[in-house]
């Protein structure tokens, strides 16, 4: 099966298909701590780079959100569907 570069970083899912902004930086960025664990930090600033500047940002403010309340804590509140517009640019 060939990876589509529009959908994918390597063997690795950009989340594409993902239409909830807060569920698709979650993914993005537990991909990215995976690939540090596994020694890839170079795949990780590669994956991190593939994705537009709007989808950085998204990361970023998810990794804010998780530092300041808990990993456990938002990835509950994704479950329960309390995404909130501090992942999403709504300009």
């Excluded at 063997?11 to 990215?32: D, Q």
């Excluded at 170079?42 to 804010?64: C, F, R, S, T, W």
């Excluded at 959100?65 to 938002?74: D, F, N, P, Q, R």
């Amino acid at each position: 099966m060939s990876n589509n570069s529009e959908t994918h970083y390597k063997e690795l899912s950009l989340f594409t298909n993902i239409k909830s902004p807060g569920h698709r930086a979650w993914n993005r960025l537990m991909t990215v701590a995976n690939l540090k664990d596994q020694d890839r930090a170079n795949d990780a600033v590669g994956y991190i780079e593939k994705l537009p500047d709007v989808d950085q940002a998204a990361m970023a403010l998810m990794a804010q959100k998780i530092a300041k309340k808990g990993l456990e804590t938002v990835r509950a509140e994704l479950n329960r569907g309390l995404e909130t517009d501090e992942t999403t640019n709504n300009s």
